[in-house]
């Protein structure tokens, strides 16, 4: 069993940067794939970053490529995502998601086996 506990989020104007993290509480956190996710109302869930157990690979939709940056510390159990340059479609709630079944990224929601509870992330225009 795993506990993802994020932190980070709350409300920031457009153009300005939050940061958010993710401390998980398995002892084999860098074995495994780490992604954070949003949500929007009436929108499906999305991946918004996603990084392999070790911290060298990363993947990044269109959407935020540029402007996000995941990185992990397996020392902490802790997943990180920065994001500057916010925009109002950036507004959701954001979830740490843990692959466990894989070191490597996938970006499909339903192969992530745990997430966190969530955080707001809302952008004012």
């Known amino acids: 069993q795993v506990q993802l506990v994020e932190s980070g989020g709350g409300l920031v104007q457009a153009g300005g940067s939050l940061r958010l993290s993710c401390v998980a509480s398995?002892?084999?956190?860098?074995?495994?794939?780490m992604a954070w996710f949003r949500q929007a109302p009436g929108k499906e869930r999305e991946i918004v970053a996603g990084?392999?157990?070790?911290?060298?690979?990363?993947y990044y939709p269109d959407s935020v490529k540029g402007r996000f940056t995941i990185s992990r510390d397996n020392a902490k159990n802790t997943v990180y995502l920065q994001m500057n340059s916010l925009k109002p479609e950036d507004t959701a709630v954001y979830y740490c998601a843990a692959d466990t079944a894989r070191s490597t990224i996938t970006t499909m929601p339903e192969d992530y086996e745990y997430w966190g509870q969530g955080t707001q992330v809302t952008v004012s225009s």
């Open positions: 990084v392999n157990w070790s911290g060298w690979n990363t």
């Open positions: 398995a002892r084999t956190f860098s074995r495994y794939a």
